[in-house]
């Protein structure tokens, strides 16, 4: 009489396989061994995917909270005055245009220059970003960062800094700093350099180390005067509500910004480093899949042992009536049951590492003496990650996927054999 798939006399033949002592063939060792293999393999995966996500979501998220998300630039013409400029002259018209395009939640014009910003004996290349005061507060990561300090509303009468160039100059709220242009004032003999002290009225922190150590905001009008650009914007900065669609609306801001515009997304900026954190991801991946396939092969180990130490009883259960299938069955359940127990640890001891990330990772630097993490090289002050459920399924079908596919080839070997030749000389 046939029984149905998956019996539950299946399940305790198997179940009791799995508590084979070690007298009987070391297979329960083999067991703990790739238990604990792919444990370890799900865990590494899973935590290499949320770092990765993390990572990549902090990166783009702080260039999308300090930067435009859209930069329209002006082509090279000749102004009223007969300069050959490359700046908007009737930047307010602009600005009004592009605010106009559906999509679009801000628009700003902004100066632009680049100078050096000193404070007693210290020193540091800075670049100055002339802008109004309601357009700064509206910036994400620099208006109202949770890290910023100072009086925002005091903006225009003076400036505001990023906490790495307070650092670098040593100054904080109240200081006064100078600002060292060598595009000044033309006399008889040449260009002399321009030097303005300025108050730090505010200090922000917009997660990014380059940012941060370099960027100065300057009201819009002090800007325009201290780089000798009366009535002249660089840039109109512009911020949309769907940034990773920001390419579909590249045509309809240059038209509302006029034939002298060229359009600058922040893909445009960041496309490379995107591109090659996505051949990371992949190649990341790829690796860590690998890890699994070795972890899984164990099972394999495990269960041709299984096998071999059982030939005695496999024949035994086939003279009873138990047919291939169901010999097929039990060692698939043995090997299919090691790669769940051990899957389901790993993405337990992978969302533990993702949710904790922060205190291993101070512990990890403690231990390590600090400088594990360079803001400098890495652009990011911490080791970020973000545990996603696609990341997490991922990694679960994986695993089991491949724990359930290296299993069939032992158990069908188990299946197909010959009851006449493991009894024959018991």
Not at 298 to 326: A, P
Request: net charge neutral; aromatic share 10%.
């Amino acid at each position: 009489m046939s029984t149905p798939p998956f019996a539950p006399f299946e399940w305790m033949i198997a179940w009791r396989y799995l508590r084979a002592k070690r007298a009987e063939g070391g297979v329960s060792v083999m067991t703990w061994i790739s238990l604990i293999g792919i444990t370890l393999a799900v865990f590494a995966l899973i935590a290499t995917l949320s770092v990765r996500a993390g990572f990549r979501a902090e990166f783009v998220d702080t260039i999308l909270g300090a930067n435009a998300h859209v930069t329209i630039y002006a082509s090279q013409h000749e102004a009223a005055d007969g300069r050959t400029i490359r700046s908007f002259e009737d930047y307010d018209a602009v600005a009004q245009n592009v605010a106009a395009v559906p999509g679009v939640t801000r628009a700003a014009p902004m100066l632009r220059g680049q100078v050096m910003a000193t404070s007693g004996d210290r020193s540091s290349g800075v670049e100055v970003y002339g802008m109004r005061a309601a357009d700064m507060r509206s910036i994400p990561r620099v208006g109202d960062g949770a890290e910023a300090y100072g009086a925002i509303e005091r903006y225009d009468e003076g400036i505001a800094i990023g906490s790495g160039v307070a650092r670098e100059l040593g100054v904080t709220v109240g200081d006064r700093i100078r600002l060292i242009s060598p595009n000044g004032v033309k006399t008889a003999f040449g260009t002399s350099p321009r030097v303005s002290a300025y108050e730090v009225v505010y200090v922000f922190t917009a997660g990014r180390y380059d940012i941060d150590r370099t960027r100065i905001y300057m009201p819009l009008a002090q800007a325009q005067t201290y780089f000798n650009r009366e009535g002249l914007a660089d840039e109109i900065e512009v911020m949309v509500t769907d940034p990773e669609g920001v390419d579909r609306m590249v045509y309809d801001l240059m038209g509302a910004a006029g034939p002298l515009a060229n359009v600058w997304t922040w893909r445009d900026s960041s496309g490379g480093f995107l591109r090659a954190l996505d051949i990371e991801d992949n190649v990341m991946f790829i690796i860590m899949s690998v890890l699994v396939l070795i972890a899984a092969m164990n099972i394999v180990s495990g269960l041709i042992m299984l096998v071999k130490n059982k030939g005695r009883d496999v024949g035994i259960l086939r003279t009873m009536g138990l047919t291939e299938g169901s010999i097929l069955r039990v060692f698939f359940i043995c090997g299919a049951f090691t790669g769940i127990i051990g899957t389901a640890l790993g993405v337990v001891l992978g969302c533990v590492f993702a949710v904790y990330i922060d205190p291993i990772f101070s512990f990890v630097n403690y231990v390590a003496g600090g400088g594990v993490w360079d803001p400098a090289i890495r652009g990011i002050y911490a080791l970020p990650a973000k545990l996603q459920l696609a990341d997490v399924m991922s990694a679960v079908g994986l695993s089991l996927g491949l724990s359930f596919v290296v299993t069939i080839f032992p158990a069908r070997r188990a299946a197909r054999m010959n009851p006449v030749e493991a009894l024959r000389y018991e």
